[in-house]
């Protein structure tokens, strides 16, 4: 909303420009520069997109200098300790906590959409085995578009509808079978009278000569990992599912497009390089040296699972994991863990060396949760297939929003141009 007492004037040259300033219901002002190229002729310049609100959103708040994180104005540690991951899908979607019957509809839906069309099996008999899990949720997720025809209109509001519970239904089956395929084990199907998170644990963990004896423990863990990475505002690949749905995309490609996005060792992957990097540490003695790469300016290597581009004081998230970690652990009597013993002597360390208190450089949800993946039988290049089922249902919370938005415009960012200038075109004879 305008901020009628507010506006920001902009000197440009000898013109003087007024902004309007927008006001969110909470968190800082917004300077509403729509206008600007229009009225001054001039650009921004904002790479990485630090100090930009790239939409307008109901979904999620972050205040990274409190350490908060609201998804529909609950704080996630509520949601981590009494909710269910089915229930925050319900809530990031729809914007209110569900009564039971609208909770037991919508598990119901989620729950009878999670087979696959069969043909998609000899899809992933495409790939190598040797495939990482996501380079397999990429081909896959992007050709839902050629098996769902009747859910890719997106003008639609009873396809987009359907098109969301496919999704959150369908995703744990990909991962799982990606997972499957990658160690040459069969196919395990969903089952429909357990819950989400233990479903999904069996079709990882199933085979035919034996089946899985669900633990809850495990399985509440399992859920706590998806709730605690289920959204996260505009960060890189939910800006990234927008920014591909904004052109009108069908929500299949557009998933697949944040999928890929998530991959990257900044953002989803770094769950992965997390524990690979506190294995490579092996011991607690190692870690002064580490500490040191990390601050050496020349050296490229980062404590990964640590720092964030929102959080300056803690990442909420983190705590819920750590305990997590703990009860997991405990509960499978693994009480030596190496990279455990690491991870928390490592961020001892950190949080008391200078630099980092500095910077602002805290562990961030990927620090812990490889531990718990790791505990419970996955292996590394799972971690960030299990993130992207997670994630889900924030990109189609977020894609929904935006579908929905009066003012979608396709999404075209300019440029600070320093190429050449105009030049002629040289024969090749003359060069
Ligand atoms: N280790 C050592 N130094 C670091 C680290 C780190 N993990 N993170 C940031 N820094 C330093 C940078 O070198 C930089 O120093 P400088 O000011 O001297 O140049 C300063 O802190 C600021 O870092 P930026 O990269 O500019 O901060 P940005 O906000 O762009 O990056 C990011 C955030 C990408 C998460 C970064 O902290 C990082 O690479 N962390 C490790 C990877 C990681 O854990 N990613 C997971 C993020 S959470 C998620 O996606 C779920």
Redesign the pocket.
Known sequence: MTNRDKTAKLIVGKKEIDLPVLSPSTGPDVIDIRRLYTDAGVFTYDP?F?STASTESEITYINGGKGELLHRGYPIDQLAENSHYLEVCFLLLYGHLPNSSELDDFVNSVTIHTMLHEQMQFLFRGFRRDAHPMAIMVGVVGALSAFYHDSIDINDSWQRQVATIRMIAKMPTIAAMAFKYTIGQPFVYPRNDIDYASNFLRMCFAVPAEDYKENPVLSRAMDRIFIL?AD?EQ?ASTSTVRLASSSGANPFACIAAGIACLWG????G?NQ??LEMLKKIGSVDKIPGYIKR??D?GDPF????????VYKNF?PRAAVMKKSADEVLDLLGIDNNPALQVAKELEKQALEDD??IE?K?FP????YSGIILEAMGFPTSMFTPI?AVSRTVGWISQWKEMIQDPHLKIGRPRQLYKGETHRDYIDINQR
């Open positions: 990485g630090t990475h996260h960060n060792p900044a953002h989803g770094a390089a997390c990390a601050k300016p980062r404590l990964m699972g640590f720092g964030h581009r990442d630099y980092f910077k450089l961030n949800v990927d620090f993130f």
